[in-house]
């Protein structure tokens, strides 16, 4: 896995540095300063960076923040959030991590697209599944279009 930071533009590291600064100064004015609290909140809004980013590290972040902020839902017993953190987010960011690790390919779309179309030569109960991961593919073309043209309209 590559350095996370190294390519930030200008406007990313702005953006993470003045998001880490309003975290930190926030939590320095409060009357009870929890250090867990901090570190949750610093992990919570880099993992977001990177989330955007579509960089790996977000999943590896959201485990470490899935955990901490279970912790602190648990001593302010809101049982839904930790709930929620614990057993669906870390979960499934565990999940992500574990995927994104062994098939980093952006061609993999296309490859799990072709694997399905020819198990339903031999099978047609599994053209469900070619027709989902083709919906999946198509999402994340317009996704990246719509990413790239808003980053276009930013730079403008």
Do not use: C
């Not at 390519?7 to 930190?24: D, G």
């Not at 020819?118 to 109960?125: T, V």
Request: glycine letters at 6%; hydrophobic letters at 55%.
């Amino acid at each position: 896995m590559n350095n996370p930071i190294k390519n930030f533009t200008k406007k990313e590291w702005i953006l993470w540095i003045a998001s880490l600064l309003i975290v930190i100064v926030s939590n320095l004015f409060s009357t009870d300063f929890d250090l867990l609290t901090l570190m949750a909140a610093l992990i919570g809004v880099t993992s977001l960076i990177f989330a955007a980013k579509g960089n790996v590290w977000a999943q590896i972040l959201m485990i470490m923040f899935s955990i901490l902020y279970g912790i602190i839902s648990y001593r302010f017993r809101y049982w839904g959030e930790m709930i929620t953190y614990l057993g669906m987010a870390l979960p499934m960011a565990i999940w992500s991590t574990l995927t994104w690790i062994r098939h980093p390919s952006w061609g993999n779309g296309i490859v799990l697209i072709v694997l399905w179309t020819l198990a339903s030569l031999e099978n047609p109960a599994y053209i469900p599944v070619v027709v989902n991961f083709t919906i999946f593919f198509f999402n994340d073309m317009y996704g990246f279009i719509s990413w790239k043209h808003r980053e276009i309209l930013l730079d403008l």
